[in-house]
């Protein structure tokens, strides 16, 4: 079986969240991943399954609003924005849920988050909710951590993981001893591309240093059977004509790679 490609619907931002499912549809995407944030749209499963109907493309993933500008999107308590991404998810039949680690300062969410994730899934079934691999801060010299217990969610361990490349590069991580961490854990991908100035770059794949390619021929190595969702940043293009080459020369290489799987050896 075939591993889908998601186009992420923040990867069409300026843009709103309909310009997604456009895009995925004109492109050739096989699904597209809803990024929660204050588009109301992306809020709604209504307005998105008439979406998904009108340009026959499914959403296969949620990501929960997890970012500073989502803090207040649908409720200012962090344990019931994750507990509604599930329940959208369920709702659109999406099989996979992306959250972050908790901010340092949401100590009482922080506390509970592995007994949450953990529950949220066994509530809905079929549903992986993936802890999502972030990245220490730098300032100068300087370097802080924002997430509790960590930005690196396998040092605490859950079911479901995501892993970002460009958080990799942010984290100057290696990507696939990344992967191998995770294990059997591996639910999703978000496939993007950095250069390791440990910034959040989100490159196409291929314009940056990260192993984008190796780690999608691993896949099929390694059981995997989830999704890869693009995630690329396309704000600074000049028009929707550069978005959407910037967004077809990423499906390319992500259907190229996966095309020449590398079998891991036992």
Same mark, same amino acid.
């Given at each position: 079986?075939?591993?889908?490609?998601?186009?992420?619907?923040?990867?069409?931002? @300026?843009? @709103?969240?309909?310009?997604?499912?456009?895009?995925?549809?004109?492109?050739?995407?096989?699904?597209?991943?809803?990024?929660?944030?204050?588009?109301?749209?992306? +809020?709604?499963?209504?307005?998105?399954?008439? $979406?998904?109907?009108?340009?026959?493309? @499914?959403?296969?993933s949620v990501h929960a609003p997890c970012l500073l500008v989502t803090q207040r999107v649908w409720s200012s308590d962090p344990k019931e924005r994750l507990r509604r991404a599930v329940v959208l998810a369920d709702t659109l039949s999406a099989p996979t849920v992306v959250v972050h680690p908790p901010f340092s300062w949401q100590r009482d969410y922080a506390r509970a988050f592995g007994d949450t994730v953990a529950d949220l899934a066994h509530r809905h079934t079929g549903i992986r909710v993936a802890v999502e691999n972030m990245y220490p801060v730098r300032m100068g010299r300087r370097q802080f951590v924002p997430y509790a217990p960590g930005w690196d969610p396998t040092e605490t361990g859950y079911d479901s993981y995501t892993l970002d490349l460009s958080h990799c590069a942010a984290s100057r991580s290696n990507a696939m001893i990344m992967a191998d961490a995770m294990g059997a854990g591996l639910?999703?991908?978000?496939? !993007?591309?950095?250069?390791?100035? !440990? &910034?959040?770059?989100?490159?196409?794949?291929?314009?940056? !240093? +990260?192993?984008?390619?190796? $780690?999608?021929?691993? $896949?099929?190595? &390694?059981?995997?059977?989830?999704?890869?969702?693009? #995630?690329?940043?396309?704000?600074?293009?000049?028009?929707?004509?550069?978005? #959407?080459?910037?967004?077809a020369e990423s499906l390319e290489f992500a259907r190229t790679h996966l095309s020449q799987p590398v079998t891991r050896p036992a």
């Amino acid at each position: 079986m075939s591993i889908p490609v998601l186009l992420s619907s923040s990867s069409v931002f @300026p843009e @709103p969240t309909a310009a997604a499912f456009e895009l995925a549809a004109a492109l050739g995407y096989d699904g597209v991943e809803v990024m929660v944030w204050t588009d109301a749209v992306s +809020q709604d499963a209504g307005a998105l399954r008439g $979406l998904s109907r009108h340009y026959g493309v @499914p959403v296969l993933s949620v990501h929960a609003p997890c970012l500073l500008v989502t803090q207040r999107v649908w409720s200012s308590d962090p344990k019931e924005r994750l507990r509604r991404a599930v329940v959208l998810a369920d709702t659109l039949s999406a099989p996979t849920v992306v959250v972050h680690p908790p901010f340092s300062w949401q100590r009482d969410y922080a506390r509970a988050f592995g007994d949450t994730v953990a529950d949220l899934a066994h509530r809905h079934t079929g549903i992986r909710v993936a802890v999502e691999n972030m990245y220490p801060v730098r300032m100068g010299r300087r370097q802080f951590v924002p997430y509790a217990p960590g930005w690196d969610p396998t040092e605490t361990g859950y079911d479901s993981y995501t892993l970002d490349l460009s958080h990799c590069a942010a984290s100057r991580s290696n990507a696939m001893i990344m992967a191998d961490a995770m294990g059997a854990g591996l639910a999703h991908i978000h496939l !993007g591309d950095g250069t390791g100035e !440990g &910034r959040d770059e989100h490159l196409v794949p291929g314009r940056g !240093g +990260q192993p984008c390619g190796a $780690l999608l021929r691993s $896949l099929a190595g &390694r059981g995997f059977t989830g999704s890869v969702a693009l #995630e690329v940043a396309t704000r600074k293009a000049g028009s929707r004509a550069e978005r #959407e080459a910037d967004l077809a020369e990423s499906l390319e290489f992500a259907r190229t790679h996966l095309s020449q799987p590398v079998t891991r050896p036992a």
